[in-house]
């Protein structure tokens, strides 16, 4: 055996060969609120196109999710609950999985350790207030994650999808990690909020290819294709259709698993414990290593 062979199969289960999950990051206005903490703006445009996404776009997607017979996960953020008391029972009533996106998808660079744990207390006591239960994954806005919140989200026994340190699931200090991927998320090739933007939204057509690429590439290599898109985002007509033709492409092989993240975390649990478990020790700084002071 050399350290050079590619690992075995990743064992999905009922002979599957690769898996597919369907991810929705509820962000709706929350973004808006963070973003302007500091000095609430008199303008409507960003928060117009934002709150499009509870308004319509969701119910585009659980549209298209059951018409498919497709159960999704949901992560959002508590503010956005909070404004839309229908959605988390609207969603578990249809069979989804609700997880944890921050209380006002508060970014990791932007918040003290202190100011993490009092948010993610009051998003789980909201979120067992509206559904009665505890919800079991987490999703870190922005997809970034520190020491603390890793710790933070062990001692609550949740899963994690926030990061990519592996195409296929893995643990990073004993917390079930759901990768994720810059690659299947919509925001990056179709949010546009302004002129002020530099790039155009990516066509459509544009985009399905290159997630068709992505899908064949995850059934080659038997991994998981996470799809992530935004209520505001892919909840637009266009992209409704284009999500319609990748669902059915999906849907035409047997051999992929469709499951919620939650399904995929419990079972890395239970068939795959341990498996490519790493540790999340950050590097000192490079001024302290031998090289550089020259010893």
């Not at 997607?61 to 508590?78: C, E, G, M």
């Not at 195409?167 to 994720?180: I, L, M, Q």
């Not at 892919?234 to 990748?246: E, K, T």
Request: net charge negative.
């Amino acid at each position: 055996m050399s350290m050079l062979d590619l690992p075995a199969p990743y064992p999905w289960p009922d002979g599957k060969k690769s898996a597919f999950c369907f991810s929705i990051d509820v962000d709706a206005h929350s973004p808006w609120m963070w973003n302007n903490r500091n000095d609430v703006p008199q303008l409507l445009s960003h928060l117009e196109q934002r709150r499009y996404g509870p308004r319509i776009g969701i119910k585009r997607i659980t549209d298209l999710l059951a018409r498919h017979d497709i159960k999704a996960s949901f992560f959002v953020p508590a503010a956005v609950a909070e404004e839309n008391p229908w959605m988390l029972p609207a969603l578990v009533d249809a069979g989804h999985e609700v997880g944890l996106h921050g209380y006002f998808h508060e970014l990791v660079s932007q918040t003290r350790d202190d100011e993490f744990t009092r948010v993610l207390e009051a998003s789980i006591a909201l979120f067992e207030r509206q559904t009665g239960q505890k919800p079991a994954g987490f999703r870190s806005p922005a997809w970034e994650m520190t020491p603390h919140m890793l710790a933070e989200v062990k001692r609550h026994g949740f899963y994690d999808s926030s990061l990519m340190g592996s195409d296929t699931p893995y643990a990073v200090h004993d917390v079930t990690e759901v990768p994720v991927n810059w690659a299947t998320d919509d925001a990056i090739f179709f949010k546009f909020l302004d002129g002020s933007d530099t790039r155009a939204p990516l066509g459509t057509n544009q985009m399905l290819d290159a997630w068709k690429e992505e899908l064949a590439a995850s059934r080659r290599f038997s991994t998981l294709f996470m799809l992530t898109v935004h209520d505001w985002i892919s909840g637009r007509g266009s992209r409704i259709a284009m999500l319609d033709r990748l669902v059915e492409d999906v849907l035409s092989d047997d051999s992929i698993w469709v499951a919620t993240a939650g399904e995929i975390a419990a079972h890395y649990r239970d068939h795959a414990a341990g498996r490519d478990a790493v540790s999340p020790e950050i590097p000192a700084s490079l001024y302290d290593h031998p090289a550089w002071k020259g010893e």
